[in-house]
Structures are given as structure tokens and as C-alpha cells.
């Protein structure tokens, strides 16, 4: 069984500062990570996958996570953080990479103070 | 190719009626996704399709729930004798699965409040 834990249901943040939002994970087989960000009313975006592939994915609007197995965890981060970043981001997993149901965490509201 | 799209955006209905929502994935797409997300809560895994065939369904797709991909390209989420407990978010999603890692593509999700 597959499962993910994200750490702080809200995080706050002031504008330009580091964003860090914690994710591990729990997986009988290497995992497949996914974070999502979801806007107000709004379905859910991807913002960057892990493919085992490199450690450290990229991705859109300036947001990285790093694939640390020892720790299982997959953190999201930004370096400098702006007001439309604020909203919900959530952490997911897979267990195949050919196709599967994601398994995903409860999410972490971000809130960005200017 | 505008994404995926759900409708309708908001449903509003009484207890013990029926509803049905749509979902159109992306085109060409072979893989459909079902999840419900309640206040708060990250989405949680309904059921899915392969084309037309539903290979998985949930512990959490009581009998009351059905769906269906008649030609392997919408869906329909239908629910029968709605329950206050069933007001959530639908949220529909597509990928193509034939090679390499899949992605699903979420589209911006069905609203039912159950009175």
C-alpha cells in the first residue's frame, strides 16, 4: 500500500522568502511523485513528476523537489516566494509508472504575506 | 486542445435525487480518472478506465455510484438516491498510457452540494 504524509496543513510565508513544503511518502515499490498546485475553484496543475531519472526535478513557475529515498520524502521548493503562489499544493504517489491511480496527501495551503 | 473539461461546474440537488456528471478528456487520451475531494482533503481515487474498460473501481465507489466510457472517449459519473455525504468535488482526469511515465491531466472539477 501506498501513502503520503504532508507535513503542516498551512505554511505562511513572506513574499520573497524560501518556500519549503514537506512531503514523505510511503511505498512497498519505488514510487512515482507527483505535486500538484490547485487555484480557488480550480482543478489541479502539475507542477513537476519524479521519473527516477535525476533527484532533483524542476519544474514550472520557478518550484524544485528533491527525491531523497533514505529520508522518503520528496520536499517542494521554491527560493523566492510571490504573492500568486498562494494556493494548495499536494503531494502524490504512484506505483507504476506505466499507469495508475495516484494516492495523494491531505495538502498544505500556502499563504503568501507581502 | 483546450485540456480537460467537466460539466457541470456546480450542481446543487436535494437528497435522494439523481445526478450525472460529464467529463471530456484530452483527445486522444486512453486513460479516464474518477476522484471525489472533500473540504480540505486531497482527492481520493474513485475508478478508471482503459479505453471503454473500467479496470479499477474503490472501496469508496458504493453501489449507488456508477460510470461508464461507452466509446472510450467521455465519461459519466452518475449517482443514484444522493446522500448529504456525497457533496464533494468531482475531479476528472486524463493521460495517455503506451510508453514512458504517465501523466494525468486534472480537469476543473464538478461541485455537488447535496441539501
Known amino acids: 500500500a501506498q501513502s503520503v504524509t504532508q507535513l503542516g496543513s498551512h505554511v505562511s510565508v513572506s513574499e520573497g522568502a524560501l518556500v519549503l513544503l514537506r512531503c514523505n511518502y510511503s511505498s512497498s515499490v519505488p514510487p512515482y511523485l507527483f505535486w500538484y498546485v490547485q487555484y480557488p475553484n480550480q482543478g489541479l496543475q502539475l507542477l513537476l513528476k519524479?521519473?527516477?531519472?535525476?533527484?532533483l526535478v524542476k519544474g514550472i513557475n520557478g518550484f524544485e523537489a528533491e527525491f531523497k529515498k533514505s529520508e522518503t520524502s520528496f520536499h517542494l521548493t521554491k527560493p523566492s516566494a510571490h504573492m500568486r503562489d498562494a494556493a494548495e499544493y499536494f503531494c502524490a504517489v504512484s506505483e507504476e509508472a506505466s499507469g495508475s491511480r495516484l494516492t495523494f496527501g491531505e495538502g498544505t495551503q500556502l499563504t503568501v504575506n507581502p | 486542445d483546450t485540456g480537460v473539461s467537466q460539466n457541470p461546474r456546480h450542481k446543487i440537488t436535494k437528497r435522494g435525487q439523481n445526478v450525472t456528471f460529464r467529463c471530456d478528456p484530452i483527445s486522444e487520451h486512453n486513460r479516464l480518472y474518477w476522484y471525489r475531494q472533500t473540504l480540505g482533503q486531497g482527492p481520493e481515487f474513485l475508478t478508471y478506465f482503459q479505453n471503454e474498460a473500467q479496470l479499477e473501481k474503490s472501496r469508496l465507489l458504493s453501489d449507488r455510484f456508477s460510470a461508464e466510457r461507452p466509446k472510450g472517449s467521455f465519461s459519466t459519473l452518475e449517482i443514484q438516491r444522493t446522500e448529504q455525504g456525497d457533496s464533494a468535488m468531482y475531479l476528472c482526469?486524463?493521460?495517455?498510457?503506451?510508453?514512458?511515465?504517465?501523466?494525468?491531466?486534472f480537469g476543473p472539477g464538478t461541485r455537488l452540494l447535496v441539501l
Open positions: 519524479y521519473t527516477s531519472a535525476a533527484t
Open positions: 482526469a486524463s493521460s495517455w498510457v503506451g510508453g514512458g511515465q504517465e501523466t494525468q491531466y
